[in-house]
């Protein structure tokens, strides 16, 4: 076996140790794990275990799921890459550009103001919901969040990560099909994946054996995020699950592979980052990996795969920024476990 796969278990091990982490770390080479680490509580107070079938919210990693879900609708022909936002909701949000297309919104160029900033976000444990959460319960009900934000830039512009972009796609799903978007992710992407513990569950009727997350102080995250999750986040799964999404996504089990390709095509550099982006979905700047990524409070997570080795990572922590100094270490070593 590769010298690199031999020691990674021993490196996540230290690094765990280093920075008192809390979550899971898994690394797979060709759907075999070389490395599984778990650590930390999933309920403090009652000291349940972290485990390895752990649900965690996952936050913006399942930007992938909400990409997944429209492009569906795009093969069905419910929606168009071109279908304009305005369209489907002639009435609302006035402020956004007529011009803003289902595509724009995937690849994070509408330019729209996003009711969710992180440039100028701040420490995400700070943060409050303008709307009390208990009210934010389906994608529409976060249609007065979005509202009153001016169009910052013209439609395909430039890029832009936008969260309220994500809630609109949901919202556009919901219009298009008539249907729950939580009920289309798990018809078109969660169960065609094998993706058997991932839901979109109210932060106030959480299942058995899920992760509470928390914050730097100690408190649970339950104040700071939406009851349930739209387009742009609120989704809880497992380490397993996404183990089998990334099989699965590139086997065509969800989408036919030349849909699948669209979305993981690189469509704009991000220098800041050293990364690139698709289509709900990151990339790494110098190899074919292809990432989804999660930061809220009392959540981080990433996984990551590489096409051509068949490597993938996942990690998730229930601590706002829990996840970071794992997912560096395997990013450093990522290119050497490839074999490049």
Known sequence: MHHGLVTIQADIDALA????????????ARDERIAAFTRGFADRPNARPITLETTFGVA????????LTVASLIESGELRPET??????????????????IEHLLGH??????YLDEEVLGDVDEYVMALPVHRL???RDYLPLLDGHPQRTAPGASFAYNNGGY?????AAELATGRSFYDLVAERVTR??????TDYPRSDRMPAGAAIGYLADGRSNVLHLPVRGAGDGGAYSTVRDFETFWGSLFAGRILPMPAVERLVAPRTDVPSDSRRYGLGFWLRGDRDTVMLEGSDAGVSCR?????????????????????????RLLEERLPSLAGG
């Open 192 to 197: 065609p994946a094998g993706m058997v513990d």
């Open 84 to 101: 304009t936002l305005r369209s489907l909701l002639p009435e609302a949000l006035p402020l956004v550009d007529d011009a803003v297309t």
């Open 303 to 327: 996984t990551a795969h590489d096409r051509p080795f068949g490597l993938t990572y996942v990690v998730i922590s229930n601590v706002s920024d829990g996840a970071w100094p794992m997912v």
């Open 60 to 67: 913006s990693a399942c930007k992938g799921l909400t990409a």
């Open 109 to 114: 160029t509408s330019g729209i103001g996003d």
């Open 167 to 171: 809630v609109l796609l949901s919202i």
């Open 17 to 28: 140790d280093q920075t008192d982490f809390s979550g899971v770390v898994v690394v797979s």
């Open 137 to 139: 319960a389906s994608p």
